[in-house]
């Protein structure tokens, strides 16, 4: 959340008891990562909210460190763990097939933000919002890529709320392009505690969703 270290540990705090409350509601190993999403959602804020406390302070060694493990978690961590979490809870083999081209993606987009921010220093500055300097993502072919591999790759899960959670988390990111460019990824994050009560949905109401684990060969 992009407006304060307070609302930024409220909405950590807030969406890491969700996240509990979401693992909870897993019944299968396969179903567990993607029940975690709520909860990384937290930490994420919880960190943003210690690089808040780093501006304020003036605490140039929790700020670079905070900078890098937020950065980590939306260039890295999403584009790899959202579609391979989607993909584990699939039962449907041609859909897991589908899905697993977006992993793929996924992981060529993390690697590749990866790379450049080893190579090339990430910073942050407070400019009413939270923004963080890392140009290379911006490009639209790795924009383009970032939002199959988080967003698109869900619109081929056999399960409608994860339809659902693609869906908005495409639908809000433009939103957050559209008027907060360089604050992209502090603005989106605004929009974790509605991509998480998604999932939590998914998984209250998650009678329809395949008990058994296993494939169910040319299911819908």
């Known amino acids: 959340m992009c407006f304060s270290a307070t609302a930024s540990f409220i909405a950590g705090v807030s969406l890491s008891t969700l996240g509990v409350a979401t693992l909870k509601k897993a019944e299968r190993k396969a179903e567990i990562p993607f029940a975690m999403i709520p909860l990384l959602f937290g930490v994420q804020q919880i960190i943003e909210g210690m690089l808040w406390l780093s501006f304020r302070f003036d605490a140039s060694l929790l700020n670079v460190t905070m900078t890098y493990a937020f950065t980590l978690f939306s260039h890295v961590l999403w584009p790899i763990f959202v579609p391979f979490s ?120 998650g009678n329809s969703r395949a008990g058994s684990g296993k494939p169910i060969e040319g299911n819908a």
């Open 86 to 205: 989607i993909g584990l809870v699939e039962t449907v083999a041609w859909r897991r097939k589908v899905i697993s081209v977006f992993q793929f993606i996924g992981i060529a987009v993390g690697l590749y933000l990866l790379y450049w921010i080893v190579r090339f220093p990430v910073t942050s500055e407070v400019n009413e919002n939270m923004v963080y300097v890392s140009p290379h993502f911006y490009q639209v072919p790795v924009m383009a890529l970032y939002l199959a591999a988080t967003c698109v790759g869900s619109f081929f899960s056999s399960h409608k709320l994860i339809k659902v959670f693609g869906a908005l988390a495409l639908l809000l990111s433009m939103v957050a392009y559209w008027f907060y460019t360089v604050a992209f990824f502090s603005v989106w994050c605004f929009f974790a505690a509605i991509l998480s009560a998604v999932i939590y949905l998914h998984f209250l109401f």
